[in-house]
């Protein structure tokens, strides 16, 4: 019995709810009023399903929406015995309904297949609201739709600027965007070899999820310029990343914002360890994956996939194991077909390998000679370092707000961008340079413009989803 453990708990119920003692905020949200004894049910029926449709379809409701969930409210009620198994069977057919779980557009009358159209304003508070909240408007917000003034130009900046800077907007952008954009969705996933790096475990991982993610929200919140991403000497650690980043007087094991001693090292998104993490092998570095890494989701430079005949892998025998990672790199530099694109990833990963497989500084790599962080970019820039791939970045720091622009815009449209929006998207980061590329501009800019308030009428149907 000393190692027994709990893998799982599970809790149901309660399963019969009855008595007021028993309402629940989300109970009280959905039962806005209540049939007297004696009273017609399928009014008070109707007043909860017609609210309740209206916010899951995000528009006015019709009598036909209406009339659909009251047949399944007469059946829920006539096999559950009781007015809340009538609410509950209806309600369980409002979250299958594909206008709930899709963004479905109307063209208007007249529009032919190919047309460009004005979305409504009730279309466009549903793009707003899932674009910087991930959820359904609110109230406010589906009135003035409703009421169609929502995109008169000073009520929509206004209220663009209120859902950004809600706390809402935050969150969902952080676990939405920014975890889609830097891959940190796949820090769970990150194995090491518990040999080569036995300071590496889940607390490690936790603690480094928690650093971008807090470092990211801290930029939109405090709406900074986007190159801070960049540049900032401080990030966001507790006791325990601190103690693996060499960072002195930092307890406990909440995160807070503390100023780097050594913003060299340690500044901005290129030296956060979660991110060193995901582009190693769990027993080696990976300057092809860090330099790819940085060329798809910094510089916006996507490298084309290698060609279907060309043998990827790297020499596994011992003597090849022997050799440091450029020399093993050698064969890909010299093929023709590889070339163009390791012109590209590899001085940007050669210059990061002062951190290892697992995101610690290191001196020496894993043959145990001195780390080989040298490199030329094709414009004849020498690389030596994350502090100078850090200022070369910075050179190109509006290349940098486009990529972020890119990101941002196709995560708001819910498509990858298409050659047309090139010119919306050089004209959104045109106009964010005189305010430094702050969040807001960059957001306003995506929000205004015709590739956000306006959509194309599918083919052969005047019904989309998105």
């Given at each position: 019995m000393d190692h027994a453990s709990v893998h799982s708990v599970q809790i149901g119920g309660p399963y019969e709810i009855t008595g007021t003692d028993t309402e629940t905020p989300s109970r009280e949200e959905i039962f806005v009023c209540r049939p007297e004894p004696g009273s017609e049910e399928e009014v008070c029926a109707a007043q909860i399903l017609a609210r309740m449709a209206r916010r899951a379809f995000r528009r006015p409701t019709t009598e036909q929406d209406v009339e659909m969930l009251l047949g399944f409210f007469r059946q829920g009620r006539t096999e559950g015995g009781s007015f809340d198994a009538g609410v509950q069977l209806a309600l369980e057919r409002l979250v299958v309904d594909p206008e709930f779980l899709f963004r479905i557009y109307r063209a208007p009358a007249g529009v032919e297949s190919g047309d460009v159209y004005d979305l409504d304003d009730v279309a466009v508070a549903s793009r707003l609201s899932f674009f910087l909240w991930s959820s359904i408007p609110d109230?406010?917000?589906?009135?003035?739709?409703?009421?169609?003034?929502?995109?008169?130009?000073?009520?929509?900046?206004?209220?663009?600027?209120?859902?950004?800077?809600?706390?809402?907007?935050?969150?969902?952008?952080?676990?939405?965007?920014?975890?889609?954009?830097?891959?940190?969705?796949?820090?769970?996933?990150?194995?090491?070899?518990?040999?080569?790096?036995?300071?590496?475990?889940?607390?490690?991982?936790?603690?480094?999820?928690?650093?971008?993610?807090?470092?990211?929200?801290?930029?939109?919140?405090?709406?900074?310029?986007?190159?801070?991403?960049?540049?900032?000497?401080?990030?966001?650690?507790?006791?325990?990343?601190?103690?693996f980043y060499g960072i002195p007087g930092v307890y406990g094991s909440r995160p807070r914002r503390?100023?780097?001693?050594?913003?060299?090292?340690?500044?901005?998104?290129?030296?956060?360890?979660?991110?060193?993490?995901?582009?190693?092998?769990?027993?080696?570095?990976?300057?092809?994956?860090?330099?790819?890494?940085?060329?798809?989701?910094?510089?916006?430079?996507?490298?084309?996939?290698?060609?279907?005949?060309?043998?990827?892998?790297?020499?596994?025998?011992?003597?090849?194991?022997?050799?440091g990672i450029r020399e093993r790199l050698e064969q890909h530099r010299e093929d023709p077909l590889c070339a163009s694109c390791h012109t590209l990833m590899?001085?940007?990963?050669?210059?990061?390998?002062?951190?290892?497989?697992?995101?610690?500084?290191?001196?020496?790599?894993?043959?145990?000679g001195p780390v080989d962080n040298v490199g030329t970019w094709p414009s004849g820039v020498e690389l030596n370092g994350v502090a100078s791939l850090r200022a070369?970045?910075?050179?190109?720091?509006?290349?940098?707000?486009?990529?972020?622009?890119?990101?941002l815009m196709s995560y708001a449209l819910g498509r990858p961008l298409e050659y047309f929006d090139q010119p919306t998207v050089r004209q959104i980061v045109r106009d964010a340079e005189a305010g430094g590329y702050r969040w807001s501009s960059i957001v306003l800019g995506i929000t205004k413009s015709a590739a956000f308030l306006m959509r194309r009428s599918v083919e052969a149907q005047s019904v989309g989803a998105q």
């Open positions: 109230e406010p917000l589906l009135e003035l739709a409703e009421n169609g003034r929502l995109t008169e130009p000073a009520v929509y900046e206004e209220q663009v600027r209120k859902m950004l800077a809600d706390p809402r907007a935050i969150d969902a952008l952080v676990e939405g965007f920014a975890a889609q954009w830097l891959n940190l969705r796949l820090l769970p996933e990150k194995l090491a070899d518990p040999l080569k790096y036995p300071d590496f475990d889940d607390s490690l991982l936790d603690a480094y999820q928690q650093e971008t993610e807090m470092f990211v929200a801290y930029n939109l919140r405090e709406d900074r310029p986007i190159p801070e991403l960049l540049s900032a000497d401080y990030t966001f650690v507790n006791e325990r990343l601190a103690r503390v100023t780097l001693p050594n913003p060299d090292q340690r500044g901005g998104l290129l030296a956060h360890g979660g991110l060193m993490a995901i582009t190693a092998y769990p027993d080696r570095t990976s300057p092809v994956l860090r330099g790819k890494w940085l060329l798809d989701n910094i510089l916006g430079a996507n490298p084309a996939p290698p060609p279907a005949n060309v043998d990827t892998s790297l020499d596994q025998s011992r003597e090849a194991e022997a050799l590899d001085p940007l990963g050669f210059a990061l390998e002062e951190f290892d497989a697992v995101g610690a500084w290191r001196d020496t790599d894993e043959t145990g070369l970045l910075l050179n190109y720091d509006d290349q940098f707000v486009r990529t972020v622009t890119e990101k």
